[in-house]
């Protein structure tokens, strides 16, 4: 492990998604509130940037070559691609995707968005859904999924 990887926000982004994979939300929101409280705007930045970059790692089988994706939301129980989602979780979907696009200048304009949220429950709100997404996508889609078809 690097140094990075023992940073106070990254093993906190850790203890929360884990937590959220495991649907412990008591032990997810503990974690969340010390990560909220312990860290500043560029912690908290690197936690958001954890947890996507943890989600498409999954999604590729466990490690990502840096190589753009593209990913779509989907309803798990039915299967169904796209669709309207909820600001929060339409924000988090875009997030995601511009990290598995591999360019920053995009990542940095949502995360300016959402640092705009004057609301600190909101602003949270919206992390949160974050999670719950990282979280579903990783207990519900197969690992490796975004490889299949791709030539090798």
Do not use: Y
């Not at 859904?129 to 090798?152: K, N, Y």
């Amino acid at each position: 492990m690097s140094a990075e990887e023992h940073s106070k926000p990254i093993r906190l982004a850790r203890a929360v998604l884990m937590a959220a994979v495991d649907n412990n939300w008591p032990k997810a929101q503990r974690a969340f509130e010390r990560l909220a409280d312990e860290c500043d705007e560029e912690g908290l930045g690197e936690a958001v940037l954890a947890w996507c970059s943890t989600v498409v790692a999954h999604v590729c089988g466990g490690t990502w070559d840096g190589k753009p994706i593209r990913v779509v939301p989907m309803t798990i129980e039915t299967g169904a691609l796209g669709g309207d989602l909820p600001p929060e979780k339409q924000w988090a979907m875009d997030l995601i995707q511009a990290r598995c696009a591999a360019g920053p200048d995009e990542f940095r304009r949502l995360l300016e968005v959402h640092n705009a949220i004057e609301d600190g429950f909101e602003r949270g709100r919206w992390a949160s859904a974050l999670v719950e997404i990282c979280a579903h996508t990783i207990r519900s889609v197969p690992s490796g999924i975004a490889q299949l078809g791709r030539p090798s």
